[in-house]
């Protein structure tokens, strides 16, 4: 397999399942983390590496080192293996599920930002998604009348924060997931809501038009529900490891133990909430988004650009999602082709250092 962000919390995941299932690693992709990469080509022995920059090339040990965005297109287009697993984060990750579709190759794709942002131009046909809630979905589907589908959040680090107190949180304070271990933009994500924005989206365009939505289970033991037409709801259980979603996206029969089972009596109880705008802004556009899915292009660069400056100290944790609603309602232009996605990123992003 190709993988693409194998230095990163799906990543590292996806190399211990690809080790389980005896999966050859043709090509490693990463940004910084050096040390990492050079603990992986030890183990996996790739054929070629990509780095994010030049600099790192000389501190990799590998005879066959590349760098940059274009060479990780190269090394799809170059590749002999049939999956890509593109475990990058951001809109970066665009341009190589698109190359990698373009090439025939089948996509495990954790890249969520690939579908917010391009999903009307890029057919799912190849596509497994590595995503609990989405995983979920494809898991509870059934030859049904499905009447809607729910995922689920955990809410996020400040789901139970006195609301006036959230203006001021700092980067550290968003990182405190209650459930997961993951990335830094996503775990920013999940604290604005964006993350089950996003999600929604994602089913979206892997699911079909139908009725989508969202609510918190504050355990992230369940992760999706499908309501059939005939009455009766189904529940995806399973313990918070995205092996699980990975397993099958890498391999389609998993009949061995990925996960220890939920052992509800240990569990006891769940508790669900409902999403409200008032602790998390940004679910106000939410239907509208819903009904035009093809302005996930804007809320994408919006928040990427918003999370920028946030780390950046420049603005605080709240103005992300008033960013986010005012790029939402300035740029109400629907992109007609991919090259009209890559313009408006570019666009939106300025807007917001600009005006933001
Ligand atoms: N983590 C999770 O449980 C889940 C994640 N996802 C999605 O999966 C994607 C990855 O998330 P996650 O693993 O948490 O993120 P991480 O930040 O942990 O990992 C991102 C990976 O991308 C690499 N990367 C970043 N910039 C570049 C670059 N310019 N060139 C090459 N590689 C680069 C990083 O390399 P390095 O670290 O070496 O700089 C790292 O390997 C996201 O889209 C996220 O939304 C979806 C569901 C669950
Ligand atoms: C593990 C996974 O799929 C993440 O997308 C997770 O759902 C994030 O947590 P939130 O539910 O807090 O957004
Ligand atoms: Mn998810």
């Not at 190709?2 to 919390?9: K, M, N």
């Not at 040990?61 to 002999?80: F, M, P, Q, T, Y």
């Not at 999956?83 to 341009?95: E, H, I, K």
């Not at 190589?96 to 690939?114: H, I, M, R």
Request: proline residues 3%.
């Amino acid at each position: 397999m190709v993988l693409l962000g194998s230095t990163g919390s799906i990543g590292v995941n996806a190399l211990i399942v690809a080790k389980k299932f005896g999966i050859e690693v043709e090509v490693l992709v990463c940004g910084n983390n050096i040390q990492l990469l050079n603990e992986q080509i030890q183990e996996h022995n790739p054929k070629v590496v990509v780095v994010g920059n030049q600099d790192a090339v000389k501190d990799v040990r590998h005879s066959n080192v590349l760098w940059g965005e274009d060479a990780i297109l190269e090394v799809i287009e170059a590749s002999k293996s049939e999956l890509v697993v593109n475990a990058l984060v951001g809109f970066l990750g665009l341009r190589p599920t698109l190359k990698a579709l373009e090439c025939g190759k089948k996509v495990a794709l954790a890249n969520k930002e690939s579908l917010v942002a391009g999903g009307a131009f890029i057919d799912t046909a190849k596509i497994q998604p590595i995503d609990s809630e989405h995983f979920g979905l494809w898991y509870l589907l059934q030859d049904r009348a499905v009447e809607k589908m729910t995922i689920t959040a955990s809410g996020g680090a400040f789901r139970d924060w006195v609301i006036e107190d959230i203006h001021n949180a700092t980067l550290e304070d968003t990182q405190r997931h209650p459930n997961w271990s993951m990335g830094q933009k996503i775990t920013i994500d999940s604290a604005t809501m964006v993350n089950k924005m996003f999600e929604l989206l994602e089913a979206r365009w892997l699911f079909g038009e139908g009725q989508y939505d969202a609510i918190i289970e504050t355990k992230s033991l369940i992760h999706a529900l499908i309501d059939y037409k005939d009455g009766s709801t189904t529940a995806h259980f399973a313990n918070a490891s995205m092996q699980l979603p990975i397993a099958y996206a890498l391999n389609k029969n998993c009949n061995e133990k990925i996960l220890d089972h939920v052992n509800l009596l240990e569990v006891g109880s769940l508790e669900f909430r409902k999403i409200t705008p008032e602790r998390y802004p940004v679910w106000e556009i939410k239907e509208d988004l819903l009904k035009n899915p093809e302005y996930g292009v804007v809320v994408n660069a919006a928040n990427e650009a918003s999370i920028e400056r946030f780390i950046a100290k420049e603005i605080c944790f709240t103005d992300i999602s008033k960013n986010i609603i005012k790029a939402y309602n300035h740029f109400k232009v629907k992109p007609k082709s991919i090259e009209d996605v890559f313009a408006l990123d570019k666009e939106v992003r300025a807007f917001i250092h600009a005006n933001c």
